[in-house]
Structures are given as structure tokens and as C-alpha cells.
């Protein structure tokens, strides 16, 4: 048996064509995507829903989709709405109609799996506990409870766009990396590959190609750097060198707050410049008509 999970699209139709494709000649049984199909920082979110919709494969619900849902809720959520934070998530959620909105919301949490000999499978975007949850976070008594009562004796999660996998109490516990955006430095979708051999579950994370350049490209030319906001900036970054911008970021700020747009771009740029990218950066933003 053979199952093939991927995660933390973001929206990277580019991206996801390789992760398919691949996948094809894998010839699993089980297919998944254990959410962040859509959301930020890729802007071609409805054209991954409907690749993958098309295909008739199982979506759970990542915190992206969950992003979505609560900037379309008719209960506002003033700082998704509104702040500059959640900029470029405006931009990509405005663009999803209503119809769309209420399919993420049907979208299930988790997967369970069966697997040969009753070593099943459980999948989903974060843990047991919620999609941001990672089980590969912080671990405190309340996650080890929910992973030890979890009956499956694999289980994987996605969420921090990394590989990594742990045994622990009888059980595996895997990261699924990112199918695109990939934030270990290469520029790369990265799936992961279950096969059952041998009366046990062996693991492979499959690393692919992809045409960088016109995911490049389309984020560029979507419009988010110009109606994104400064964060859509840091977004570019993270896309470019594969490297996590945005929490370093807000651990550069030491617990200021930032509320006018003024003060994100003069907090941005001087973050990229620190880290000797905002000269890479810079051509972009110029080339959109943007005056930095």
C-alpha cells in the first residue's frame, strides 16, 4: 500500500503541477492534501482548489483556509479585515467568491486512514489539538495526550513547510514539508511518500523541480506587491531564498506595535536591509511602481 500526502500548497499552482505529476508515477492508493492549499503568499489559490478538486482529492483544512473563512465571515474580524498585517491575505481572500468560502468551510479537519494489519494513519494540517498546532512544535502535556490517545500508529502533519519525523511512544510521527513553499533554502515541493513493506510503514520525503521562475513571475504580476501592503514584501523574500521571513521578523520587533502602513514599510525595509536582502528586493517593488 501506498499513500501520497502534501501540504502547504499556498497557493503555487506551479508547484503543485510537479507535486502531481510526480505523484502519478508513484501510483499511490491514498492521495491527500493536509491543507494550506490556498491562502497567502501565492496568489492562484482558486486554480489549486480546482486542479485538485477535479482530481477528487481529499482536502483538509489547513489555518489558511480557516484565514479565508473568517475574512469572509459575516461576523468581522477586524485585524484580518482591516489590519496591515493581514494585507496580502486581503488581497488573495477578495478574490474568492462566497460559493468557495462556504466549500472551505465544509472541508474536514483530519483523515483517518486504513492501513494493512491495523497500522492505520491518521492526517492533518497541525495535530489532534487545531491546525496551528504542529506536532512538531512546542511540546507540552496537552499535545502528548492527544498524540498517545490517537489510536493510528502513524500520524502527519504539515504546517511548518519543513521535513522531520520522530518515534515516539510505539508511534511515527511525521511532517509532510511543504508542496510549495518550501522553507528549507532550496527551491523545491516536497511531499511525502508512505509505503507499507514488510509488516511496517516506511517514509520517503520526494523533493521536485518546478518551474520557479513563472511562479516567480505570477506572484510579481498578480497585483499583491502593489495592493498587498509592505508584508507582501517579506512574502517576496520568503519565496525567493525559501527561508521563514516572516517570524523573524515579528521577533525583530521586540513587542512593538505597528499600526500605520508608514510604519511596517520603514520596519520592513530596515529588517531586509539588516539581513542584506532589501537590494534584491528593491528592484521589484520598483519595477510595480512602487515608490521606496
Not at 486554480?47 to 483544512?61: E, G, H, N, Q, Y
Not at 481572500?93 to 497500522?119: C, N, V, W
Amino acid at each position: 500500500m501506498k499513500i501520497a500526502i502534501f501540504a502547504d500548497i499556498h497557493s503555487n499552482i506551479h508547484a503543485l503541477h510537479a507535486v502531481l505529476e510526480d505523484i502519478e508515477r508513484q501510483r499511490p492508493d491514498v492521495v491527500v492534501c493536509a491543507g494550506d492549499m490556498v491562502g497567502i503568499p501565492h496568489p492562484s489559490g482558486m486554480a489549486v482548489w480546482d486542479t485538485l478538486c477535479d482530481r477528487s482529492i481529499p482536502i483538509l483544512k489547513g489555518n489558511h483556509e480557516e484565514y479565508v473563512i473568517k475574512f469572509h465571515s459575516p461576523e468581522p474580524n477586524d485585524e484580518i479585515k482591516h489590519s496591515v498585517q493581514f494585507g496580502p491575505l486581503q488581497f488573495v481572500a477578495g478574490q474568492y467568491p462566497t460559493e468557495r468560502t462556504t466549500q472551505l468551510e465544509a472541508l474536514p479537519f483530519s483523515m483517518h486512514i486504513d492501513g494493512p494489519q491495523g497500522k492505520d494513519v491518521f492526517v492533518c494540517h497541525g495535530s489532534p489539538l487545531g491546525t496551528s498546532c504542529s506536532i512538531a512544535g512546542e511540546w507540552n502535556a496537552e499535545l502528548e495526550t492527544a498524540l498517545a490517545t490517537q489510536p493510528e500508529t502513524v500520524i502527519v502533519g504539515a504546517h511548518y513547510h519543513r521535513r522531520w519525523h520522530k518515534h515516539w511512544n510505539g508511534k511515527t510521527l511525521l511532517l509532510s514539508g511543504s508542496g510549495g513553499l518550501h522553507l528549507e533554502g532550496q527551491l523545491e515541493a516536497v511531499y511525502l511518500l508512505l509505503t507499507f513493506t514488510q509488516g511496517e510503514w516506511h517514509y520517503e520525503h520526494r523533493a521536485l523541480a518546478y518551474d520557479f521562475p513563472a511562479a516567480l513571475h505570477t506572484y510579481v504580476e498578480s497585483g499583491i506587491l502593489e495592493n498587498g501592503g509592505p508584508v507582501s514584501w517579506l512574502m517576496l523574500d520568503e519565496i525567493m531564498h525559501q527561508q521563514p521571513n516572516l517570524v523573524p521578523f515579528f521577533h525583530s520587533l521586540n513587542g512593538k506595535v505597528l499600526v500605520e502602513p508608514e510604519e511596517w514599510e520603514l520596519a520592513i525595509r530596515a529588517f531586509l536591509e539588516k539581513t542584506g536582502r532589501w537590494e534584491i528586493i528593491q528592484p521589484y517593488l520598483i519595477s510595480r511602481g512602487l515608490d521606496v
